[in-house]
């Protein structure tokens, strides 16, 4: 069903091979463009293409970061058409304390699905990894910016008082 990746950067755009297991980077901004190509039988009808990125669990796939597209397959009663489509996943990064979007890390998974028929579905395991964001430095930075909001509200107080 996964027929390609592609991984759309500002200002690039790379078409990812799928053989091999080799892994996707992303960072916080990029676009993951999941084609695919389904065998289709029946009368005109659009439905609806399903991406996302998260991780296998014990109790299923944790959807993270999802995304949704049009899927419009021709009037084809008799035999298979091949219909090909694409969704794309824009990756977006955790905010404040990792909350909001998708945390740097290893090993996220891939879940493409057609909604209105659940069991046309494919997933590709580990096959994602995210950079790290600039959020954390900004966290970091939190300490820094506090500090000089003191000495703005402290400096005033301890000048009051001197005479010139």
């Known amino acids: 069903m996964i027929t390609g990746l592609e991984v759309i950067r500002p200002g690039m755009t790379w078409l990812l091979p799928l053989e091999g297991g080799e892994k996707v980077m992303l960072a916080a901004g990029d676009v993951l463009r999941v084609s695919v190509a389904v065998p289709y039988k ?3 009808h659009e439905f609806t293409l399903y991406g996302s990125i998260g991780q296998r669990g014990l109790f299923g796939f944790d ?3 999802s995304a949704r597209a049009p899927l419009p397959c021709p009037n084809s009663p008799e035999k298979f058409t091949t219909v090909t489509g694409a969704v794309d996943i824009e990756i977006v990064g955790a905010g404040w304390f990792g909350l ?3 945390s740097a890390g290893n090993d996220y998974d891939l879940y ?3 909604e209105e028929k659940p069991e046309v579905c494919a997933e590709i395991d580990d096959v994602i990894d995210i950079a790290g964001g600039g959020m954390a ?3 970091g930075m939190f300490g820094m910016v506090m500090m000089l ?3 703005g509200m402290v400096m005033p107080m301890i000048t ?4 010139e």
């Open 63 to 65: 959807e993270i970061l």
């Open 42 to 44: 029946g009368p005109a």
């Open 100 to 102: 909001g979007g998708i």
């Open 149 to 151: 909001g003191l000495m």
């Open 160 to 163: 009051e008082g001197v005479a």
């Open 112 to 114: 493409v699905k057609i």
């Open 137 to 139: 430095d900004m966290t």
